[in-house]
């Protein structure tokens, strides 16, 4: 074991020892920069045996929410993870760099009762999930799948299947104006 990785493996102890209560141990590693926020005492933290967790990822978790994370979970640079209900990681799960995953939404009408709108996410074992990925509340991603780099997730994800969001792209010209010329001088302030 080189330095970095017991270095990893130290930061997540004192992570341990923080959040004694919430977060259930076995042996992960978490490098530099790399937080883990637990706003409320009900919110549980499961990680199992061997989860790495990369630079600058932000696990935050509140409102009782609970987060497991399976055993050998990889996280890569910079992923956030916010929780407030369930989010539930299985074992083997390759997450790339940049990766957002969010079990709720904030709720933007104002009649409304709950700031949030709730709704579990569950990733299989052994799921490889692109870099720039964002997974939204209500998704389900079965075993042995792959998301593409750069896709939005809501919904179910059959196992052995590869989840790619076909984009296209479509231009519209801007009526009555070319926007890269300059306009001409007017004289006596009228157009």
Known sequence: MNLSHFIGFVRGLFYKLIYFGSISYAPFSMQGNSTIEIFNRKSRLKLGSFVFIRKNVSIRLDHGGELSLGDKTFINDNCTINCVHRITIGDYVKIAPNVCINDH???????????????????????????????????????????????????????????????????????GANVFAMAPAVSGGQP
């Not at 964002?134 to 998704?139: A, N």
């Open 105 to 175: 939404d904030h709720n933007y009408k104002p009649d409304s009762e709950s700031h949030l709108l709730q709704d579990e996410v569950i990733i299989g074992s052994h799921v490889w999930i692109g870099a720039n990925t964002v997974i939204l509340r209500g998704t389900v991603i079965g075993d042995h799948s792959v998301v593409a780099a750069g896709s939005v997730v809501k919904g179910t994800v059959p196992p052995y299947t590869l989840f790619l969001n076909k984009r296209e792209n479509s231009y519209k010209e801007i009526a």
